[in-house]
């Protein structure tokens, strides 16, 4: 979070609880403003909600109890501002199908499943090293992209992979 929009989310939890920055510690308001701008944005936001909507007292805040709300958020990791979304017909990225085939296609990768054979290729392996050597073949030719294997990958993956199947 820069230090303007922690400026102003901190004026916004002085208005919500009903207190005047002003009446405030320079070293209160200094700690306030370094635990706001230690936090991406959106969990910011939404640690300072919850403070306002957890805080039963007419003092102030400390600065460990704000903490505490920004631990536990469930927003923990999530890349966007969902939570203070105007669209709400919108579905976040990591919920379509394009996130689950992308996942599904990553396991086909780490599992080196590699659908095409290289021309190179024997049809059949005389032995387990040799089955072996040619799946690596297979994961360099896919990594480098050699000869366009890559965007052939691609292509099988996008034709086996089912909806619904990650």
Known sequence: ?????ASLEFARLCESLGHSPDKL???????????????PYERGRAAIDATVRKWEYSSFPPVGFFN?????????????AIPYSQDSSRTPWSQTQEAAFAVWRQERIV??????????E????????????AIEQ????????????????????RSMWKPGAA
């Open 138 to 157: 297979r994961y360099w030719a896919y990594v480098h992209d050699q000869d366009g294997y890559r965007r052939r990958c691609e292509l099988k993956w």
């Open 25 to 39: 510690k320079d070293a209160q308001v200094a700690s306030w403003l370094k635990a706001l701008r230690s936090l």
């Open 111 to 120: 599992l080196m499943e590699f659908p095409i054979p290289l021309p190179e």
């Open 68 to 80: 505490k709300r920004a631990e536990g958020l469930s927003t923990e990791g999530t890349p966007n």
């Open 122 to 133: 024997p049809k059949e392996f005389v032995d387990e090293e040799a089955r072996i050597n």
């Open 1 to 5: 979070m820069t230090h303007e929009q």
